[in-house]
Structure formats: structure tokens, C-alpha cells
């Protein structure tokens, strides 16, 4: 079945750890998207590509890095310079490059990041 | 900046009865209106959409609004089912030409009771 697949569920990081989440998709989609979620909020834009080797800065992106080495993964590293990293991390992608006014985000079922 | 807002946070609603999610934006580049569904410890579900052109959309159960003039938009379930019981995010895009960033309001809960 195709789909965009998270990995861990679950994470715990340290203090100054860095912490990768991966998200792998199979449904030949060009963009990836990360969004974290905190209680009572929306979804924010972390970091987006939109080719392989190319993304771009979210609205939150400080703290966080990004790869897109290949176009089916997308993985993003919680820094130890993000000081609030606990939050539900959302990958999600659309087929298209371009923007459009009919694209929706399919979305993974999520990395749930907490600090020990 | 909160450029899409849901004011109620909360909503619950009798099994059957209709359930009516509202959404304000303030970006008036905002043409494409999406509402996603959202269970716990999981990822969001597409739901319904619709775009500027129109100011109504349905799909079965789930009728969107659109009321450009006062920038606001709003979900209907009709009948409201137990299963229903979700966290509704309404999200908008702007036109940007490259690729499409959403815009999520804060979410409203809603709990269906039997």
C-alpha cells in the first residue's frame, strides 16, 4: 500500500542530544513537508522541498536541519539549539512541485518527541 | 499572527444532530480552503475542500461553506456520527507558484454523544 511511513512513534531525546525523525514515502510524490503540532495549536510549517537536493525554511525552522538526498525520504534532525522540541511531529507531502489551488498534503501518522 | 482562526476550541453535539465548525481568515490572498480530520497520536485526514470560485461544497455527510466578504468558512456534518469524534483542523493556501503551504487554524474539538 502506498503511504508516508514515520518513524519512530516515539522519542525521547536528552538535553544537547540531536535527534533525527524519519519519513519515508511511496507514492512518487516531488514535495515533502515537516509540521510540528503543540497542544492547543495548529499545525506549523517547519521545513519543505520541493525537489530532491533542493528545500526551504518553514515558518519555525529555527532548531531544526533538513536532507532530501532521495526523492521518497525526507528526514529532519531536531537540533539541541530547538530549547522546546517536545511536540508532535507531522511529515506529510503532495504530488506536485507547483502550486496549485487543488493540492492537499497527505499526511504520516506522526513522531511524538519528548525531552527526558 | 493567527491568519486562520477557529474560535471554538471545543464543540460537542448529540449523535445525529448536525455539527457546525467555523473558521475565520484574515488573508485576503487566501483562494483554496481545505478541512482536515484528526484522531489522536495521529496523522490528519483530508476531509473536504473547496476553493474561492465556489461558496459551497459537498461530499456526503460533510458540507463546506465559504463566505468570501466576511472571510469565513464553516463545516457541516449532518448527521453527526460517534465516530465523527475528532479534532477538525480548517487550513488555507495562497496562491504562492511553488509549492502549496498550508495555513492550520488551532483546531476544534468535536465530541459526538450518543
Known amino acids: 500500500d502506498g503511504g508516508i511511513t514515520q518513524s519512530p512513534k516515539y522519542l525521547f531525546r536528552k538535553e544537547g542530544q540531536n535527534v533525527t525523525l524519519s519519513c519515508e514515502q511511496n507514492l512518487n510524490h516531488d514535495a515533502m513537508y515537516w509540521y510540528r503540532q503543540d497542544p492547543g495549536q495548529g499545525l506549523r510549517l517547519i521545513y519543505y522541498s520541493q525537489i530532491v537536493n533542493d528545500f526551504q525554511k518553514g515558518d519555525i525552522a529555527e532548531g531544526y536541519s533538513v536532507s532530501r538526498e532521495k526523492k521518497e525520504s525526507f528526514p529532519l534532525t531536531v537540533t539541541s539549539a530547538q530549547k522546546n522540541p517536545t511536540a508532535f511531529y507531522l511529515c506529510?507531502?503532495?504530488?506536485?512541485?507547483?502550486?496549485?489551488?487543488?493540492?492537499?498534503?497527505?499526511f504520516g501518522s506522526g513522531t511524538q518527541l519528548s525531552v527526558l | 499572527d493567527q491568519q486562520v482562526k477557529q474560535n471554538s476550541p471545543s464543540l460537542s453535539v448529540q449523535e445525529g444532530r448536525i455539527s457546525i465548525l467555523n473558521c475565520d481568515y484574515t488573508?485576503?490572498?487566501?483562494?483554496?480552503f481545505l478541512w482536515y480530520k484528526k484522531y489522536p497520536a495521529e496523522g490528519p485526514t483530508f476531509l473536504i475542500s473547496?476553493?474561492?470560485?465556489?461558496d459551497k461544497n459537498e461530499d456526503g455527510r460533510f458540507t463546506v461553506f465559504l463566505n468570501k466578504s466576511a472571510k469565513h468558512l464553516s463545516l457541516h456534518i449532518v448527521p453527526s456520527q460517534p465516530g465523527d469524534s475528532a479534532v477538525y483542523f480548517c487550513a488555507a493556501s495562497a496562491k504562492t507558484g511553488t509549492a502549496s503551504k498550508l495555513t492550520f487554524g488551532t483546531g476544534t474539538r468535536l465530541q459526538v454523544t450518543l
Open positions: 506529510a507531502s503532495t504530488p506536485r512541485r507547483t502550486g496549485t489551488t487543488n493540492e492537499k498534503l497527505f
Open positions: 473547496i476553493s474561492s470560485i465556489k
Open positions: 488573508n485576503s490572498m487566501f483562494d483554496y
